[in-house]
């Protein structure tokens, strides 16, 4: 047995390192991509009139982080979680809004990490470490609230245990 297939075979490890991570991943590098197209773009000729420069650039990431969120929102709805839509019934609107405070709680757990960690590594290494613990916690926060990972166990678990009626979890639909 090789190491990755031994890594593979942890509970969470093992999670991430199959397809679904492998796509949040390249969703999140797409966003990139998108919000530094739409950074210089809105920065470079959109908003070029916009005084002082520091609000202008405020306003730039702003809009830069808006379309990079829908952009990554969409694409993860569309292919990284394809599957668990026909069993999750979660309007869009409020998907949506899920999968944006699951990205906002991931920003502040990299920057408190990364302020955390500066005090025994370098800042560049400790954003580096920071980035990564706050993407797995993103994937594992929108895995099971956003996309309804939590919601299809339940269900699994009431058809399990059925002598338990509605002890577990929201109303069945």
Same mark, same amino acid.
């Given at each position: 047995?090789?190491?990755?297939?031994?890594?593979?075979?942890?509970?969470?490890?093992?999670?991430?390192?199959?397809?679904?991570?492998?796509?949040?991943?390249?969703?999140?590098?797409?966003?990139?991509?998108?919000?530094?197209?739409?950074?210089?773009?809105?920065?470079?000729?959109?908003?070029?009139?916009?005084?002082?420069?520091?609000?202008?650039?405020? #306003?730039?990431?702003?809009? @830069? *982080?808006?379309? %990079?969120? &829908?952009?990554? =929102?969409? /694409? !993860?709805?569309? $292919? +990284?979680?394809?599957?668990?839509?026909?069993?999750?019934?979660?309007p869009i609107l409020l998907q949506f809004g899920q999968y944006t405070i699951a990205c906002w709680l991931g920003?502040?757990?990299?920057?408190?990490?990364?302020?955390?960690?500066?005090?025994?590594?370098?800042?560049? #290494?400790?954003?580096?470490? @920071? *980035?990564?613990? %706050?993407? &797995?916690?993103? =994937?594992? /926060? !929108?895995?099971? $609230? +956003?996309?309804?990972?939590?919601?299809?166990?339940?269900?699994?678990?009431?058809?399990?245990?059925?002598?338990?009626?509605?002890?577990?979890?929201?109303?069945?639909?």
């Amino acid at each position: 047995m090789t190491c990755c297939e031994r890594l593979r075979q942890l509970p969470l490890l093992g999670r991430l390192l199959r397809h679904r991570f492998i796509k949040f991943g390249i969703v999140g590098a797409s966003g990139t991509l998108v919000n530094v197209a739409v950074l210089y773009l809105a920065q470079e000729t959109l908003l070029v009139a916009i005084t002082p420069p520091s609000l202008r650039l405020n #306003l730039s990431l702003a809009v @830069a *982080i808006f379309f %990079a969120t &829908i952009n990554n =929102f969409l /694409l !993860n709805r569309a $292919w +990284t979680w394809l599957d668990r839509q026909p069993h999750v019934h979660t309007p869009i609107l409020l998907q949506f809004g899920q999968y944006t405070i699951a990205c906002w709680l991931g920003i502040a757990l990299q920057f408190a990490l990364t302020h955390a960690f500066t005090s025994h590594l370098h800042y560049l #290494l400790a954003n580096v470490l @920071a *980035i990564i613990i %706050a993407s &797995i916690a993103n =994937f594992v /926060l !929108n895995d099971h $609230w +956003t996309f309804g990972r939590l919601r299809l166990l339940i269900r699994r678990w009431r058809r399990q245990h059925p002598q338990h009626g509605d002890s577990l979890g929201p109303p069945r639909r």
